[in-house]
């Protein structure tokens, strides 16, 4: 039977793409000539998205377990993969374009750790864990979990910091094209991400409470990103939020 959740996994499909084929010489030639205030928000960027993209890669098996079904087992599945290359390619750039010392993912990610707030930090490495160990324990926990994750995390965090990461590489003194490219592609993959999370929760018929709950989430962790994110790309992740929560249940707004 076709279910409303298999048309994700055929677009997942039709949206690989590999990170190793992305050309960085370009980026390569161009990154020293960044000024201090470019290298400093760019680095903080890419800095962010490899702690986000590695923690996020490393909790989807206790979502696939814990689905109502093998369908949307399936969209977890495939979500995971898309994870593991967004993980790959931002360690790429930061160990590649970026020169962020270090022989390994787990080193380059202690140096930057330094860069970023120690409130991404904290969303990625602590809450994101121990949502995920909850729903290892607890499957009952899934709508809550997919909340953080899909609808919090990539929803309102990482989407604002992809915006503000297109926004800063359209205004840089040199181009960054491998850099733009990835993260373009990676936007692409996201979008179902958070479509598919969104789906879940929505078909959930979570109470007030519980939605009142993850837009007051939202709203706090919109500003994780601290300096590297204005005011404003962090309020319009904040107002698309609210939409996607309106969409939960309308006598709630
Ligand atoms: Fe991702
Ligand atoms: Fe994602």
């Keep these: 039977m076709f279910t409303r959740y298999d048309s994700f996994v055929v677009l997942a499909e039709s949206l690989q793409w590999d990170e190793t084929t992305i050309d960085f010489a370009p980026d390569q030639g161009a990154w020293p000539a960044l000024d201090e205030s470019e290298n400093g928000q760019v680095l903080g960027l890419i800095a962010g998205f490899c702690i986000a993209e590695s923690a996020v890669s490393g909790h989807l098996d206790s ?24 993980a790959r390619f ?32 904290t969303l990625f490495e602590e809450r994101l864990p121990a949502t995920a160990l909850r729903l290892a324990e607890d499957h009952g926990g899934l709508t809550a979990a997919v909340g953080l994750y899909h609808m919090v995390l990539e929803g309102v965090v990482l989407l604002a910091g992809q915006n503000a990461m297109l926004d800063t590489l359209g205004h840089l003194s ?58 404003a790309a962090a309020e319009r992740a904040v107002r698309i939020h609210r939409n996607r929560l309106r969409g939960v249940d309308m006598k709630f707004f």
Excluded: Y
């Design 174 to 231: 040199v181009g960054l094209p491998g850099v733009r490219r990835g993260v373009e592609l990676v936007l692409r993959d996201e979008r179902w991400h958070i479509g598919f999370g969104t789906r879940l929760v929505q078909g959930a018929g979570l109470g007030r409470d519980e939605v009142e709950a993850l837009l007051v989430l939202g709203q706090a962790a919109a500003g994780a990103w601290g300096d590297l994110v204005s005011p």
């Design 90 to 121: 931002f360690d790429r750039v930061a160990a590649e374009v970026a020169a962020v010392p270090g022989a390994d993912i787990a080193a380059r990610l202690d140096v930057l750790r330094t860069l970023v707030s120690p409130e991404l930090v």
């Design 63 to 86: 979502f696939q377990a814990a689905a109502s079904d093998d369908s949307v087992a399936a969209c977890f599945r495939a979500q995971a993969r898309d994870e593991h290359r967004h």
